[in-house]
């Protein structure tokens, strides 16, 4: 990881190691912003100091923790445990996913609710940070056990949530069939149609058209941009995605309709591999409607390969291309993964998941001048269309799919612009994710000191 020569900062995350032990995903999350806003911390660092505007970033609002008791199709009682992390609302409500995974912990749930407060301050639209999820795991579980969980855990989370509070959306593990569920159970507890308190709803009672769609189109969008910087076009270009969920899907297509070739998509259990480009069609019926494994793909594509995952770095990543789109989930690329892909000639990364890549990982791509589209601004398309499904929710109107995809094109043509403007004015390179971080601490360190000591 870089060096922090800035004491108050090296102090500062040696305090935060001390008081977040057995956390590691929220500690590489601090340690990886924290080192990138070193330029404009040493600016104002005596402002800061006197205000502990740091501590107060880094320190969660609020944390709610609760048990989710349910019973299964066979009788039996059995209990999760439910979080929702109110990290920071000094722009606008909390606003963030709901994780249901068996990983599912209190470090994961603050590292994401922490990178969603920069991520939703580069939208430009007024919502803060948060995050929420359950040790819950829906695979294998029958839509009768998936609504009563998902009812019992909205019996809880509904007295710290609110349009105007804190807007849940989907996550891993949470798509529209859970979105409906608690969406169903808040309304009855409630007694009252309150559309704007959760994002990702189905069209029929305020869900927006294009948010499906959205964090995989707003990561290509992001992607143009950042190789249209450097004089590089996708057309052409081969790309290989890990996963194969509804960001992977989505990159997939509009990669597809922008002119690159996407040759490889994967799972838990391993990858594929179609060197005509992926049928997105079959991808689609495999993992949309039938829920199944991606190696089900040979089944209808002749000439397509399969790899297994065995252990260690995904086989994913052994195949060659130009662009690599991690799209799966945090920590997917180490650094032993980093040098295969400059081995292999990779031109640029985008994660379209939340922190994909280690700090070592991200380090020795941009040292190895690999264009990296950081998760917090490449992957914000998502939370991004989920504000305009509470503005459509809020003026009771509902827009075309152009009209909400060219919104989305130009917030994230904008994010792109704050990230290159920050990269521009402290000399950083082709260090987007330090511009990323710059310029949404900006904003957000902006309002908490207008705000008081709160």
């Not at 710290?160 to 159970?185: C, K, M, S, T, W």
């Not at 597809?256 to 391993?270: E, F, I, L, T, Y």
């Not at 180490?334 to 994909?356: F, H």
Request: glycine fraction near 10%; include cysteine; charge should be neutral.
């Amino acid at each position: 990881m870089t060096l922090i020569a800035t004491k108050y900062l090296s102090d500062l995350i040696v305090q935060a190691e001390s008081k977040n032990k057995n956390e590691p995903e929220f500690i590489q999350a601090l340690k990886e912003v924290l080192s990138t806003l070193e330029p404009v911390i040493k600016e104002h660092e005596s402002e800061y100091k006197s205000l502990a505007l740091l501590e107060r970033l880094i320190e969660p609002e609020r944390i709610v923790s609760f048990r989710v008791p349910w019973v299964d199709d066979k009788g039996q009682v059995q209990v999760n445990r439910g979080f929702r992390v109110q990290f920071n609302g000094s722009i606008g409500p909390y606003k963030g996913g709901l994780r249901f995974h068996p990983s599912v912990n209190q470090s994961i749930m603050k590292f994401l609710a922490f990178e969603q407060i920069f991520k939703n301050a580069l939208t430009g639209l007024p919502i803060g940070g948060g995050k929420g999820g359950s040790d819950f795991n829906p695979k294998g579980k029958s839509d009768m056990e998936i609504m009563k969980f998902c009812q019992s855990f909205m019996n809880e989370l509904q007295k710290h949530i609110g349009q105007d509070v804190d807007v849940p959306a989907g996550d891993i593990g949470v798509g529209g069939r859970e979105i409906g569920y608690l969406f169903g159970q808040f309304r009855r507890i409630r007694n009252a149609y309150e559309a704007g308190v959760l994002t990702g709803k189905g069209l029929e009672y305020g869900g927006s058209l294009a948010r499906k769609e959205a964090t995989g189109y707003g990561l290509m969008y992001f992607m143009r941009e950042m190789l249209k910087a450097s004089n590089i076009g996708l057309e052409g270009k081969t790309v290989i995605i890990s996963g194969s969920g509804n960001v992977a899907i989505y990159a997939c297509e509009k990669a597809q309709m922008m002119g690159a070739k996407v040759v490889g998509m994967s799972d838990s259990s391993g990858c594929i591999y179609d060197s005509d480009g992926i049928k997105l069609d079959v991808i689609k019926e495999i993992k949309e409607v039938r829920r199944g494994r991606i190696k089900e793909y040979l089944d209808v594509v002749q000439g397509a390969k399969y790899f297994e995952n065995t252990s260690g770095t995904p086989r994913i990543y052994e195949i060659k291309a130009d662009i690599v789109l991690p799209c799966a989930t945090q920590n997917d690329i180490n650094i032993e993964t980093a040098k295969l892909l400059v081995n292999n000639g990779v031109i640029a990364v985008g994660e379209g998941a939340n922190m994909p890549c280690t700090n070592e990982a991200v380090e020795y791509l941009i040292q190895n001048n690999v264009l990296l589209a950081p998760g917090k601004a490449a992957n914000a398309g998502g939370v991004a269309t989920s504000a305009l499904e509470m503005s459509q929710n809020s003026i009771r109107d509902f827009w075309t799919f152009d009209v909400v995809d060219k919104k989305l094109e130009a917030i994230m043509v904008n994010i792109f612009n704050q990230c290159q403007r920050e990269v521009n004015e402290y000399n950083l390179g082709i260090n987007y994710l330090a511009g990323a971080n710059i310029a949404a601490f900006k904003k957000i360190s902006n309002a908490m000191i207008a705000q008081g000591i709160i």
